[in-house]
Nanobody, 124 residues
């Protein structure tokens, strides 16, 4: 089973950028659809993005409607890593961001492997 460790969170001013990383181990990374979710205090966990098993230019990606082009998910199967590039951050993006993995079919969003999360705080 895959283990996931997020990094790259921190404090940033509104309008700034952060790049989150998720390192996977323990299983064949390319077998997994990868995703990012977030949870703000007092709110339910929210889908951010997902990426298909293949990396590079042929990868399929999907985003939450609210992302509106500000975030980009990518992966490198040779490095067992998935990233979330976040630009033009807003205070409402403040949350714990979680990396997730699934063996399920692309698009089902039935993620069942989770990292411990990394805190992102955006100041106004």
């Amino acid at each position: 089973q895959v283990q996931l460790v997020e990094s790259g969170g921190g404090l940033v001013q509104a309008g700034g950028s952060l790049r989150l990383s998720c390192a996977a181990s323990g299983s064949t990374f390319s077998n997994y659809v990868m995703g990012w979710f977030r949870q703000a205090p007092g709110k339910e966990r929210e889908f951010v993005a997902e990426i298909s098993r293949n990396g590079g230019n042929t990868a399929s990606t999907a985003y939450g409607d609210w992302v509106k082009g500000r975030f980009t998910i990518s992966r490198d199967n040779t490095k067992n890593t998935v990233w979330l590039q976040m630009d033009n951050l807003k205070p409402e993006d403040t949350a714990v961001y979680y990396c997730a993995a699934t063996l399920a079919r692309w698009g089902t969003r039935q993620f069942n492997y989770w990292g411990l999360g990394t805190q992102v705080t955006v100041s106004s």
